[in-house]
Structure formats: C-alpha cells, structure tokens
C-alpha cells in the first residue's frame, strides 16, 4: 500500500524569504504522480505542482519548484520569495492510475505554513 | 468556467438524522470523487466514479454511507443514521480523465461541505 509523510507539522517563514516543505512516500510502483496542493484558511483546495515519475526534470510553477528524487522517495516543495498570501495547509499526495479501476489520491498529514510580515 | 460546487457549505446534524451532500463537477470531467478530510487531517479518500459507474467504494467507513451519480454528473454522498465520529470535512473533487496527458488526472476540488454531529 502506498503511504505519503510529511514530517512537519508546522512551518514559518518571513516575507520575502525561501522555505521548504519536506516529503517522503512509499510505493513499490514505477509510474506515479506526485502533486503539492493548497488548502488557504476556509478555502477550497487548489493545485500548487504536479510531478510526473518517469520525467527526471524537476517541476517548477513561477515561485514553486520541488525537488523530486525519486530513488529516495523524496518530494520536496520550495517556495521563494514567500508572500503573505502563502500562508496555508500544504498537502502532499501521491496519485497511481491503475487503468480505470481505482484512481485516487493518498495524501499526508499537511504542514501548516504561517508567512510572516 | 464553473469550478466544482458543493451544497450545502455547512450541516448540522443531531445523532441519528441522515444527511444528503450535493457535489456538482467541473462539466464534462468523467471522474469523481468523494473525501473525508478530519480536522488537522489530510483528506482520505472515500470513494471514486467514472461516468454513473461507481468503480471504488472501499474508503467508504460503514454500510450508513451511499454515494450515486444516476447521470454521470451530479453526485450525492448520503450517510444514514448520523454519528458524532462522522463530523468531518466532506470534499468532492472531479477530474477529465482523458487519455494520453498527465493533465487529464489533475483532481480539482470543490470548497467542501463542513458536517457537524451533535
């Protein structure tokens, strides 16, 4: 079965500054999907990433960059130049396409990031 | 266009009531889905659909929870015989499912709809 462990609870940062948010999962398969979502205060959840498995390159959306490793089973998510407006629950999920049968995503625990002013 | 919605946004139910929660997906998006998110938890998957045809229901937690699509777009996450354990976060999420492009399994979620047992 696979797993997705975020390892820290809450984070903070300064405006202005670069964070990085920790993730780790375990699967015994080879083609997945990684993603990074965002849950702000009260509101819906968006898509922040997404990362293919069999793509080596690492994902980047503007201020968004993971660092995927793949052997390590490691998908990091770095945010530079934090705003106030990041502040939100950071969710890690791991997604496999089992050809119709079964599609979902397993997610982690989050981790609570507070951008200060 | 419309993003996924969900009614209503916030339920209270007294223990034993049963509860029926709406989810209208992105138009055209083939799957569906159906999560429990606990307070401070990630969400959990509860169950999926493509098109009317329910193809997973494993994370449902009891036989008091029934989701339908009759029409392959609408859906209604029903719990019967409420219990205060099932005062969650309760998000639907739809997806295009189309072949060949990674894009096609982006989930995109509605705002949720907040059930609280009493």
């Known amino acids: 079965a696979q797993t997705v462990t975020q390892s820290q609870p809450e984070m903070s940062v300064q405006e202005a500054e670069t964070v990085t948010l920790s993730c780790t999962y375990d699967t015994s398969e080879n083609n997945y999907y990684l993603f990074w979502y965002k849950q702000p205060p009260s509101r819906q959840m968006i898509l922040v990433i997404r990362q293919e498995a069999y793509k080596q390159q690492n994902a980047t959306e503007n201020r968004f960059s993971v660092n995927f490793q793949k052997a390590a089973k490691s998908f990091s998510l770095k945010i530079s130049d934090s705003q106030l407006g990041d502040t939100a629950m950071y969710f890690c999920?791991?997604?496999?396409?089992?050809?119709?049968?079964?599609?979902?995503?397993?997610f982690g625990t989050g981790t609570l990031l507070a951008v200060q002013p | 266009g419309a993003g996924v919605s969900q009614s209503p946004r916030y339920k209270v139910a007294k223990r034993g009531q049963d509860v029926a929660l709406r989810c209208d997906p992105i138009?055209?998006?083939?799957?569906l889905f159906w999560y429990q998110q606990a307070l401070g938890q990630g969400p959990e998957f509860l169950t999926y659909f493509q098109n009317e045809a329910q193809l997973d229901k494993s994370g449902l937690p009891s036989d008091r929870f029934f989701a339908e699509r009759p029409e392959g777009s609408v859906s209604t996450l029903k719990i019967q015989r409420t219990q205060q354990e099932d005062s969650a976060v309760y998000l639907c999420a739809s997806s295009l499912k189309g072949v060949g492009t990674s894009h096609s399994y982006e989930q995109y979620f509605g705002p949720g709809t907040r059930l609280t047992v009493t």
């Open positions: 999920a791991f997604f496999f396409h089992y050809g119709g049968a079964t599609n979902k995503l397993i």
């Open positions: 138009s055209g998006h083939v799957s």
